[in-house]
T-cell receptor
Framework: DAGITQSPRYKITETGRQVTLMCHQT?????MFWYRQDLGHGLRLIYY???????DKGEVPDGYVVSRSKTENFPLTLESATRSQTSVYFC????????FGPGTRLTVL | AQSVTQLDSQVPVFEEAPVELRCNYS??????LFWYVQYPNQGLQLLLK??????LVKGINGFEAEFNKSQTSFHLRKPSVHISDTAEYFC???????????FGTGTSLTVIP
């Protein structure tokens, strides 16, 4: 299917565990983004990537790591999950507008 | 620095009534403007966008927005809302020379039967 997919859609983990959220797009867009959405904060940019092997920090990068070895994939890793990282995470890509994935709801216990 | 302000966090409105969701932005350079809608448990989808040309932009589902450069606003309007319009609405800007979007904090529209 064309578009942006995210996996898993739902994830429950424990404090201190490593978690990786996957993002895949079929359009070969250069730019990709990771946001978190929390009540009262709207969407906050975590990291973005201008191309394969080029990534940069956004507004709230602490506690997250990204990689972009291939244009179509942009995984987000929480190296040691904390309760404050409980959120809904959205991946997006750009081409004249921003296209969003369906989101991953992450709960850290 | 760029910023986007959505003045109303929640807007309740009766079915078939008109609605306006407000958005103001600040930027020292020219921007492109967008409105996105998010239905419950879904991602964001584009409602409409202003890149250039006519300042009145029409989008999907009967929504429209007007770009006002002097007031740095991009308010979203619909003359008659439906129950199905209940959702979260986000205003966003991007520099005409950049690729990073800046989002407002969102307005929750609730349509009351």
């Amino acid at each position: 299917d064309a578009g942006i997919t995210q996996s898993p859609r739902y994830k429950i983990t424990e404090t201190g565990r490593q978690v990786t959220l996957m993002c895949h797009q079929t359009w070969s867009h250069s730019y990709m983004f990771w946001y978190r959405q929390d009540l009262g904060h709207g969407l906050r940019l975590i990291y973005y990537s201008a191309a394969a092997d080029i990534t940069d920090k956004g507004e709230v990068p602490d506690g997250y790591v990204v990689s972009r070895s291939k244009t179509e994939n942009f995984p987000l890793t929480l190296e040691s999950a904390t309760r404050s990282q409980t959120s809904v995470y959205f991946c997006a890509s750009n081409h004249n507008e921003q296209f969003f994935g369906p989101g991953t709801r992450l709960t850290v216990l | 620095a760029q910023s986007v302000t959505q003045l109303d966090s929640q807007v309740p409105v009766f079915e078939e009534a008109p609605v306006e969701l407000r958005c103001n932005y600040s930027s020292s350079v020219s921007v492109y403007l967008f409105w996105y809608v998010q239905y419950p448990n879904q991602g964001l989808q584009l409602l409409l966008k202003y890149l250039s040309g006519s300042t009145l932009v029409k989008g999907i589902n009967g929504f429209e927005a007007e770009f006002n450069k002097s007031q740095t606003s991009f308010h979203l309007r619909k003359p008659s809302v439906h129950i199905s319009d209940t959702a979260e609405y986000f205003c966003a800007v991007i520099l005409n020379t950049g690729n990073q979007f800046y989002f407002g904090t969102g307005t929750s529209l609730t349509v009351i039967p």
